[in-house]
C-alpha cells in the first residue's frame, strides 16, 4: 500500500499559470521528496525538504510541508508545456531505507 | 556510466516463462532499489541492497520474486513462473549514499507484459 495520496488525481491549465499539487501521508516522516516523472520515463528528482522545515524554494517550484496535517504541497510558477508529467511525492519514516510514493498528479500544461 | 541502465527495456512473456531484468546503477552507488509501478499508480518499493547485501525485501510479492546484486553494482530482478498481475514497469534506483536525504537516481524501467 501507498504512504502517500496525491490530490488532485490530474490537473490540466494554460502555460503561464500556477499548478498546485497536494500530497498527504499517514505516518511521521524523517523527510519528503518531490519526484517527477514524464509519460514512459524514470523518475527525476526535484527538491527534498526536511521534517522541521517548513517551506523551500528551487527555481519556479514551491514546497510546503505541515507536519501537523500531514500534508506537503508543490506549486509549479509559471507553468510550461514541458512540465506536462506526472508528480509523486514520496516520504522516508522510521528506519526505512527506501521512498515510499504516492499515487502521483498527472500535470497536463496547454500551450 | 552517466545514469541508471535498465534492460530489456520491454519483455513480452507467456504465462508461466521466467524473466530476467538487469540494472546497471551508477558507477560508485552503494544504495540500489527495485520498484514495481503499475499503470498510472505510484513506484511500489520491492526491495533495497547496500552495496551486495540485500537488506530489506518486504516489498517483494512473492517467493517467485528474487533479487541479487552479487558485486554490489549490477543487478539482476528475476520473476519465476510469471503470471498476469506480474506485468507493470519494474523500476531500478540508485542512491549515492546511505542516508535517506540523498535522492534517487531511476532508470526508464523495463516493461513487463505478461500474456
Known amino acids: 500500500s501507498q504512504q502517500g495520496e496525491e490530490d488532485p488525481q490530474a490537473l490540466s491549465i494554460q502555460e503561464g499559470e500556477n499548478a498546485t499539487m497536494n500530497c498527504s501521508y499517514k505516518?511521521?516522516?524523517?523527510?519528503l521528496q518531490w519526484y517527477r516523472q514524464n509519460s514512459g520515463r524514470g523518475l527525476v528528482h526535484l527538491i527534498l525538504i526536511r521534517s522541521n522545515e517548513r517551506e523551500k524554494h528551487s527555481g519556479r517550484l514551491r514546497v510546503t510541508l505541515d507536519t501537523s496535517k500531514k500534508s506537503s504541497s508543490l506549486l509549479i510558477t509559471a507553468s510550461r508545456a514541458a512540465d506536462t508529467a506526472s508528480y509523486f511525492c514520496a516520504t522516508d519514516w522510521g528506519s526505512a531505507r527506501q521512498l515510499t510514493f504516492g499515487s502521483g498528479t498527472q500535470l497536463t500544461v496547454l500551450p | 556510466g552517466a545514469g541508471v541502465s535498465q534492460s530489456p527495456r520491454y519483455k513480452v512473456a507467456k504465462r508461466g516463462q521466467d524473466v530476467a531484468l538487469r540494472c546497471d546503477p551508477i558507477s560508485g552507488h552503494v544504495s540500489l532499489f527495485w520498484y514495481q509501478q503499475a499503470l498510472g499508480q505510484g513506484p511500489e518499493f520491492l526491495t533495497y541492497f547496500q552495496n551486495e547485501a540485500q537488506l530489506d525485501k518486504s516489498g517483494l510479492p512473492s517467493d517467485r520474486f528474487f533479487a541479487e546484486r552479487p558485486e554490489g553494482s549490477v543487478s539482476t530482478l528475476k520473476i519465476q513462473r510469471t503470471q498476469q498481475e506480474d506485468s507493470a514497469v519494474y523500476l531500478c534506483a540508485s542512491r549515492e549514499g546511505t542516508a535517506n536525504t540523498g535522492e534517487l537516481f531511476f532508470g526508464e524501467g523495463s516493461r513487463l507484459t505478461v500474456l
Open positions: 505516518t511521521s516522516i524523517n523527510n
